[in-house]
């Protein structure tokens, strides 16, 4: 019968055991970094997005509400939300009525009125474009996110585990 001797084993399954522990905290630290950076880059397209319709130019922004209310939340281990929950953050993103984005149903009226309770009142609402914000942030970050967090957990893997 043949045996084998394997050197370092120990060193190796006490390294993956404190790497099991810690690659939580390494990749927890990445995403939280990361959502500040997608944070950062919805804030940006707030303040730059603008689309046409009719002959008018629709900003993003108008009173700063909607850019004042971009936070992020800790959902749990390695997992963030960046979002609003101003109540005309969707018709910014996604446009209104006629004008809006044909992937999200719209109705076709030339105006219409709604409640709104924020504001306390009833609103009249017309055709207004998308201007996106949050869906490019995301999709502009998507690669680099997956990118910090690959480069996060190799160089805990390469340090040998441990504290970070």
Not at 12 to 26: P, Q
Not at 45 to 54: E, G, M, R, S
Not at 114 to 132: D, E, L, M, N
């Amino acid at each position: 019968m043949a045996a084998v001797e394997l050197k370092g084993l120990q060193s190796v399954l006490s390294k993956l055991n404190r790497m099991g522990r810690d690659i939580n905290t390494v990749a927890d630290n990445s995403l939280h970094k990361s959502a500040y950076d997608i944070k950062r880059e919805v804030e940006e397209n707030i303040k730059t997005v603008t689309a046409a319709y009719n002959g008018q130019t629709y900003k993003a922004v108008d009173t700063g509400q909607l850019l004042r209310s971009i936070h992020i939340t800790k959902l749990g281990i390695c997992r963030y939300a960046v979002g609003t929950a101003v109540e005309h953050a969707a018709p910014v993103e996604y446009g209104t009525g006629s004008a809006g984005d044909p992937a999200v149903s719209h109705t076709a009226k030339v105006k219409w009125v709604y409640y709104s309770p924020i504001a306390g009142g009833y609103r009249t609402a017309y055709p207004q474009p998308p201007r996106p914000y949050m869906r490019p942030a995301f999709a502009a970050k998507r690669a680099e996110v997956t990118a910090n967090l690959s480069r996060a957990i190799i160089a805990e893997a390469r340090s040998g585990g441990g504290a970070s």
